[in-house]
């Protein structure tokens, strides 16, 4: 994890890679009015809840929303659907809640 103050910033991925590959991070948008905005639902128990008030609050403030669900939480999201939902979507909300 990066310190407070630090400029780097650590990711560590529980994927288990031998060689993770490396990521730009992208810079975050201004605002979201005018974008569309994915939220993708692993799948766990009332992850739907919070991202049904996440949804009300981006289209309060002018996004467009699409909603994604993993098949399973115990999984990564099928190449098929992370490939749709970077085709339709400008940024992307994962839920996770227990």
Partial sequence: MA????????ILDPTSERSP???QRIARPESVKGLTVGLLDISKARGNVYLDRIEELLVERGATVKRYAKPTFTK?????LRYEISQQCNVV???LAD
């Fill in 93 to 95: 909300i994962e839920s």
């Fill in 3 to 10: 310190s407070a103050g630090s400029s780097s910033l650590v």
């Fill in 76 to 80: 990564p999201a099928p190449a098929d």
């Fill in 21 to 23: 590959a490396t990521r």
